[in-house]
Each structure stands twice: as C-alpha cells, then as structure tokens.
C-alpha cells in the first residue's frame, strides 16, 4: 500500500470541498476517467457530509480523517471519525418509498463506488473505505482547516426502563460515548456485536433507558461472570441529556435489583465513585450496606460527569452490598484488628455469620501456595491476586507477584483472603508488613460463595481525597479504609501521601 495523503477536517461543511479538492486531485495524478471521477466526487461528498451531520453531537468539536491510498490496482479513499458508534444496518436498506428518503446519501456513496466498506473499529472510531479500480501512484496534499459550527441538543422525552435487546446494542455504544468519550476502560460498550454477544451468553445481563423512537439514554447490566451468586451491576452509562432527571438512576437500580430477586441471586453490588454521591445514594436507597473502599481505583483519564470542578486525581469507588437473601450459616476467622468491622458489616446485611476466636498458631501446609491471578481489570491499572489455599510459600509467592506487578506499572493490587480459613487470622499482619492495608469484604463472593477478606497495594498512587465526596453513610467505612492505609504507609514506609479526606456536598 502507498500512502498518497491523509486530511485531519473537523467536523464543518467546508469538510466537504476539501475532502474532493483532495481527493480529485490524487484521481487525476493517477489518470481517473471522467466518468468515474464525477462518482468518486459525489461518494466523497455524501460520506463526509453524513460524518459532518451525524457523527458527533450537537456542539460537539471532532476530527473527520480522509485519507488516500493506492493498493496494487484499487484506489482507496478511507474517511474515519471518531465519534458516535454507528452501524449503518441499523437504518434498513435505502427505500424510494420512504418519504423522508432516510439514508439516500449512503445508498448514492456505495453505489458510486466499485466497492465500498464499513468497519467499525471500537475505541478507534469508524471508518468508510470507498474503493474504485485505478493505476496506483501516490500524491501529497495538504488543505486547509475551517471553523466548526453549533447546533441545537434535543428535549428529553419520556423514558422507559426495560431489558437490552440485541438492536440496542448500536445505542448503549453512543450513550457510553456520550457519557464518557473513549475513556471508559469498559472496550464491549463501545463494540455493539460484543455486547450482543455477552448478553446473548448470559455473561451479562443488560438493561436500557430507552426513548421511544428507540434512542438509548441510559445503560446498566448484572455481571455474574466473576461471582455468580452476587454479580455487580456495572456499566452504568447515563447520556448528558439525561443527567437532570433525578430519579433515572434508582429506576434503573431497581428495575436490576427485582431481576435479580426473580432469578434467584443472593444480593447485588455496585461500585460507586466518590467523584459524586449519586450512585452512593443510589444504591443504598435498596438497602445498601457499604462492604468496601477501593482507593485511588478510578484514573483521571476517565472521564468523570459529576466530578469537582479542576479535578484532576485520581478518583475512589465504594463497594455496596444491597442484599437479597441471606447465604449459608458459616463460621469465619477476622484478623483481630479489623473484627469490628467486619461484625458490622455482616450485621447489617442479616447474614448468619460467626466469627471464631483467634486461632492458635499453627504450621502452614507445605504443598505450594495456590493463587490466582485476574488481570481483567488491568485496563483499569489494577491486578487481582486471589489466595486459593495457603503454604509455607505464601508471603514470598505473593511478594513476588508484588515486585513484578509494580515494576510492570500497576496502579493497584487487590489481595483477596479467604475469611473461612484460620491462616487468613494469624497472617493479617505479615500481608500489611508487605504493604498491604485492609480494603474491605465480600460476602458469597467468587462461584463457591466464599467469604473473602480485600486488602490492597497502592504502587505511587493516591486518592485525590480533597476532590472526593462520600456519603454520610458511607463515611465510617471509607474513613476507616482510608485511616488503615495511612497507618500502613507510615508504618512500613515511615510516611503517607494521603491527605484528609471531606465531606459529602
């Protein structure tokens, strides 16, 4: 392939007379009939257009890329943006009959072409490839940019909460946009076959505020594919547009929430980001029980509707456990200095639990330590060490997963300890030598129902916790997350780089 030019535009209708001046000028370098260089003109034109009306917002500023290339004896004019996910098959075939000729420009651009292509590329955008048989030769052409122009949004119209539909899948990629451009790490949001794929699967169970000409407002799903007796609901993207309808949020919570009791699930949790209290608020109004704080979790590349104004750190997420019914009665094992939280953790959840003396010392087994490593939310910076069964092995195994993860750059390390085993007592400790601190608890957790111990490891991060706001029911446990890892840094480390944290707006 020979690269012949490419044009970063923006999104404006002078777009269109560069993108042919360029794209004409490499056709007659390479000696284009006249015939197919007034079709590769208006192919151009209706392309670029419908990229300048259609691909990003209202208002929105964004680039339209058309490029050029000879490949063999196929000239190949690409135009990719960056901007709402779009699956051209979603507007049906092209009807005369249609009063409103809905998708006649496409329909002319395809058929301009000798072949022409759509792939839709993810986080990397869109991309139309109009082909036409040709000689190749390359070109260089530069063109000059234009200044973009503003449009009305839309008003919101009534919303109604329902089960995601494989046809919604182009939707939820918008909405997900919408909220949060390319920055949330969450790659099947924004990929629709992916995400009717996982939830034909059953990997997920997804959920949508929907309009009702079928515009997508709102997403949220269960996610039992880690635990599946308490999956979280997850992927919650709400559209700007629909940020000033207070109650969206708790509909969609407890449209999740009456899913999960009818399927049998022993509760649900949801990992709210303190950039806001909304979804703090949200989940505890269905009789949320705060279970844990992941520190300094949420990268500021993540784009955060809601946060403090300038913010620019690193953002938490409090676990919330809404229960469903209780598990098992089972006998657990706390390190003695986090008993008390852990006992009024498990009384608010009504689960019948009973935590042992702490246990005599006792050799550990000499087979290997058994782990297991999650690296799923790597993209978030984050590893999972999950401690299976113990050995005599366990604090250097862990330790040298430790080194290597932060020399990899690994924001933060989740530790997760099996409550029902006495070692998890009597080895508490040596873990926070490591420079581990206590993060919290999962009850019925992975597909056994296990009840796991969460400690962490921050590698050079730190909340931005003058940024953070928490709700006051929230408070004892974040406060208490937040005050073990000071204690742990200045122990082990002789200082701590996190600040005070504040009060809820």
């Known amino acids: 392939m020979h690269p012949m030019f490419q044009l970063d535009l923006p999104n404006d209708g002078h777009a269109v007379a560069i993108a042919q001046a360029a794209s004409l000028a490499a056709a007659d370098r390479l000696g284009l009939a006249a015939e197919k260089r007034a079709r590769l003109e208006l192919a151009v034109e209706e392309v670029v257009l419908n990229a300048v009306d259609h691909a990003y917002p209202a208002g929105e500023h964004g680039v339209i890329r058309v490029s050029a290339a000879s490949e063999g004896a196929v000239f190949s004019l690409r135009i990719q943006d960056w901007g709402l996910p779009y699956d051209p098959a979603e507007t049906g075939p092209f009807s005369i009959e249609d009063p409103n000729l809905a998708g006649l420009g496409l329909h002319l651009a395809w058929h301009s072409c000798d072949e022409a292509m759509f792939r839709n590329l993810g986080r990397d955008g869109k991309l139309f490839d109009l082909r036409f048989r040709l000689p190749p030769r390359p070109v260089p052409v530069e063109a000059p940019a234009a200044e973009p122009s503003a449009a009305k949004r839309q008003a919101l119209p009534r919303l109604e909460i329902r089960p995601f539909a494989p046809s919604d899948a182009n939707g939820v990629a918008r909405c997900a946009w919408l909220a949060y451009g390319f920055t949330k790490p969450d790659e099947h949001l924004y990929n629709p076959a992916e995400l009717a794929r996982l939830n034909e699967e059953r990997r997920l169970v997804s959920y949508v505020a929907a309009g009702p000409e079928g515009t997508i407002y709102g997403h949220g799903c269960l996610d039992p594919s880690v635990n599946a007796l308490v999956p979280e609901f997850s992927d919650l993207v709400i559209a700007p547009v629909a940020r000033a309808n207070p109650t969206l949020l708790v509909q969609m919570l407890e449209f999740a929430a009456r899913d999960a009791r009818e399927r049998g699930y022993l509760g649900v949790v949801a990992n709210a980001v303190t950039a806001h209290t909304i979804s703090q608020r949200g989940a505890l109004r269905f009789r949320g029980v705060p279970t844990g704080a992941h520190l300094a979790s949420v990268s500021p590349d993540w784009e955060l509707a809601g946060a403090a104004e300038g913010t620019a750190g690193r953002q938490s997420e409090i676990t919330i456990y809404m229960p469903g019914r209780p598990g098992p009665a089972r006998i657990l094992f706390s390190p003695q200095r986090h008993q008390d939280m852990l006992e009024s953790i498990y009384t608010a959840l009504g689960e019948p639990v009973t935590f042992a003396p702490p246990p005599p010392s006792r050799p550990l087994p000499a087979e290997p330590t058994q782990l297991s490593i999650e690296s799923g939310l790597l993209s978030w910076g984050h590893i999972l060490i999950e401690l299976r069964s113990y050995g005599q092995d366990v604090l250097g195994s862990i330790a040298g997963f430790l080194r290597r993860f932060c020399m990899n750059g690994v924001a933060s390390v989740l530790l997760q300890l099996p409550l029902a085993d006495p070692a998890t007592a009597m080895l508490a400790g040596r873990f926070e030598e490591l420079g581990f601190s206590f993060s919290g608890v999962f009850p019925n957790a992975g597909r056994e129902g296990r009840d796991i ?50 009060d809820a707006a």
Not at 453 to 474: F, G
Request: with cysteine.
């Open 453 to 502: 111990l969460i400690y962490q490891y921050l590698n050079n991060v730190a909340p931005d916790t003058a940024s953070e706001r928490v709700a006051p029911a929230c408070r004892p446990l974040y406060d208490y997350v937040l005050g073990e890892r000071r204690r742990v840094d200045t122990e082990v480390y002789g200082v701590t780089s996190i600040g005070a944290a504040r």
